[in-house]
């Protein structure tokens, strides 16, 4: 079956307001950047987002955040979107904060058809015993708290219930991928990406190169394509846009490099 779409408009146009987004991606590596875009033109809101963050102020997840389209997300880290702590922290935005292991099991879960599994990490906090605070309101009051979860031994070792999540929809971004589905990521930017596919209702990936069937060696697939529904062929102008959340230089090599004649100045 041939899963590519025309374009990432066409692969979003269906997605309401009010739907569970599974998004891959960790910071701004791996991010499906094209397909958040298209969601953004297209317009729906309500929506609710489940990814390790949010992005930053003006890139990923945080460009929808700035046009105020989420209403909910389920992450690990706030980290560097300083818009992300400021809605949270003033009522206008409910965030599930969750371990990042948790996180990715509940997810992996959700696409494996397991309604749920017990961890050890959260025992004896608020993770197991609630009141972790999901939504303030404008005075800085907590007005929904996390819930208290089942906690059980085994072995003589208490255990936390950890729900599995599925959503209605998956966003990923992938290395390669062909016109079934199968996907393959590329070192680091494989993070939360096969994780996202797995648990969506339906996924769609976009794809830095579009290959034909049986040209991916299926021992190099890290995703089946029964676990996608949608792709998006990248031009070489967004498969090559990528954002480095940090960039970071000693201050040695900065005078060095500033020290330097430019090119132009040596006449090349």
Known sequence: MDKVMANAAEAVADIGSGATLAVGGFGLC???SVL???LLTQGADELEAVSNNCGVDDWGLGRLLMARRLRRMIASYVGENKEFARQYLSGELEVELTPQGTLAERMRAGGS????FYTATGVGTQVADGGLPWRYDDAGNVVVASPPKEVRSFGGRDFVLEEAIVADFGLVRAWKGDRHGNLVFRD?????NPLAAMCGRLTIAEVEELVEPGELNPNDVHTP???VQRVVALTPEQAADKRIEKRTVSAPLVEEVAQQPS???EGH
């Open 30 to 32: 791996g991010i499906p």
């Open 36 to 38: 958040i875009d298209a």
């Open 113 to 116: 058809g397991i309604p749920g």
């Open 188 to 192: 680091s930017a494989r993070n939360f």
């Open 225 to 227: 394509g029964v676990y």
């Open 263 to 265: 090119r132009n100045q």
